[in-house]
Structures are given as C-alpha cells and as structure tokens.
C-alpha cells in the first residue's frame, strides 16, 4: 500500500467535508484513488443516514434571502439533530449553497429543489454525504418561493424563525418591508386579511363570545351588537393587515403599508 500523501488528504477533505481521519482512511483503502476514496466517503455516509433515518431532527437552520433587485425570494430549511450541528458554519454554509441554487433556478418544489445539482452533485445527495460526515441526520424538509414587484426577508439572530413577504410595488419604503418582514416573524398571523378568514372559524368565535357574554347575563340583543366589535378584535389578532404594527400600536400593518398590497407571505420557526 502506497504511502498517502497529506495533500491528497486535504484535497479529499475539501471535496467531502469529512474530517481528516476519515480523507485518511478512505485514501488508504482506495491504493491513494481519490474518485474511489470519495465514493467510500458517500456510502458510509449512506449508511449513517439510513441507520439515522427513525431519528428525529428537531434542529437545524431557517434561512430565507431575496435577488439582488429582490423580485424574487426563497426560503429554505435544513434540519439536524442538534444545536451544536446547527451552530457549525459548515452546516449553515451548506443550507446558504442550497438557498442559493433555489434562488438562481427557482424550482417549483421541495423535490425538484433536492434534484438540482450544486457542483455536480444533486442536493438531496450533499444533504446525505454531510449526514455521514457529522454523524447525524439532516434533512432538506421546507422550501417556499416569492416572485413579486418587491421582495424583503427577514432571518432572526440565531436562525431558527424567518420571513419571506411579497409586495405589489418595488416604491415600498425599504424600512416598511423589513418592518412588515419582522412584524410577520415575531406576530405569526394565520391570515393576510380578514376575508381569507373560514367562515366556520368565524362562526365557531361567534359562539364561544356568545357564551361568554350568556354567561355575563348579556340579553340576547346586546350580545349580537356586541359581537361584531369581538370579532373585528379578533382579525387584529389572526389576520396581518389589521394587526397593530409592533413599532407603533397607534398603527396598523395596513395603515403602514400606504396603500400597498402583500401579496404573499411566509414564516417558519423552529
């Protein structure tokens, strides 16, 4: 067996992302063969993640990002086991490749995002080769994408929770979008507007006030006045156009927006 050089070792590691031992051993099995080495490397990483596959990934990073003249966004998540995997800039950097070529190619689902190729090699299968790297299960488990006349994304610190909104005008003060960007992250609302709003959600609410208001020993007339007042409370609470603005609770996201329109919106949290 011939001698493996520490060049070829580094070289190994640069393409796989194995740790040094692991170039090593690979290098001596293969006779020094680095495309031999690289597919050992892939297999054993195979392996792990198929004995890792019952796991449960509960970890892992939420990234989104807009185009360079942001009328296009995506947003993307790469789940592992644990926090301290989540925390690796090798990890994040393989989310952020990924994010990137959903960005440049936009395909039009979480399984035609796994099928595009990053260095010519598919991404479900980079997903799969740092699984066997780490040790740990990862998962590419959501993706979603914007196209609109304006597009703003908002990552919190520590990315585990992101947003990704869509306006109607690229004119929308660039501190508005990043504002309704954090405003969607750190409020969570179900809907855009009131109208979007099941008609059984509204009518279940409309009981439960009923109740409470019958048990206040509200007469029967009084309590359906009341309730409209209810129910407007309530899409100030689920629905983003009518919520308070968290900078300003004199305002409104859609006093805010000036006669802009979202068009789309979404937010994932870990």
């Known amino acids: 067996m011939s001698e493996v050089k520490t060049a070829d070792i580094v070289?190994?590691?640069?393409?796989?992302?194995?740790?040094?031992?692991?170039?090593?051993?690979?290098?001596?099995?293969?006779?020094?063969d680095l495309e031999k080495a690289m597919e050992l490397i892939r297999e054993r990483g195979k392996a792990i993640a198929n004995k890792r596959a019952d796991r449960e990934a509960g970890e892992g990073v939420v990234l989104a990002k807009a185009n360079a003249n942001s009328t296009k966004g995506a947003i993307i998540v790469l789940n592992c086991e644990t926090d301290f995997v989540a925390k690796n800039q090798d990890f994040i950097g393989l989310a952020a490749k990924i994010l990137d070529q959903a960005l440049a190619n936009e395909p039009s689902d979480l399984e035609s995002l796994k099928s595009l190729t990053i260095d010519g090699r598919k991404v479900e299968d980079l997903v799969m080769d740092q699984s066997g790297v780490t040790?740990?299960?990862?998962?590419?488990?959501?993706?979603?994408?914007?196209?609109?006349?304006?597009?703003?994304?908002?990552?919190?610190?520590?990315?585990?929770?992101?947003?990704?909104?869509?306006?109607?005008?690229?004119?929308?003060?660039?501190?508005?979008?990043?504002?309704?960007?954090?405003?969607?992250?750190?409020?969570?609302?179900?809907?855009?507007?009131?109208?979007?709003?099941?008609?059984?959600?509204?009518?279940?609410?409309?009981?439960?006030?009923?109740?409470?208001?019958?048990?206040?020993?509200?007469?029967?007339?009084?309590?359906e006045k009341i309730l409209a007042g209810k129910i407007n409370r309530y899409f100030t609470e689920v629905c983003l156009t009518k919520q308070e603005f968290i900078k300003d609770e004199q305002q409104t996201i859609e006093q805010i927006l000036g006669g802009a329109v979202i068009e789309k919106y979404y937010r994932f949290q870990l």
Do not use: W
């Open 11 to 32: 070289k190994l590691r640069k393409l796989t992302g194995a740790g040094m031992m692991d170039c090593k051993k690979a290098l001596e099995e293969s006779n020094g």
């Open 135 to 223: 040790g740990e299960k990862f998962e590419l488990s959501y993706y979603e994408k914007i196209a609109a006349e304006k597009v703003v994304f908002y990552i919190h610190p520590g990315n585990k929770l992101a947003s990704l909104v869509g306006f109607n005008t690229s004119n929308l003060p660039e501190q508005v979008g990043k504002d309704i960007a954090m405003q969607i992250a750190a409020s969570n609302p179900r809907y855009l507007t009131p109208d979007q709003v099941p008609m059984t959600e509204i009518e279940k609410e409309k009981e439960i006030y009923r109740e409470q208001l019958s048990q206040e020993g509200k007469p029967a007339e009084i309590i």
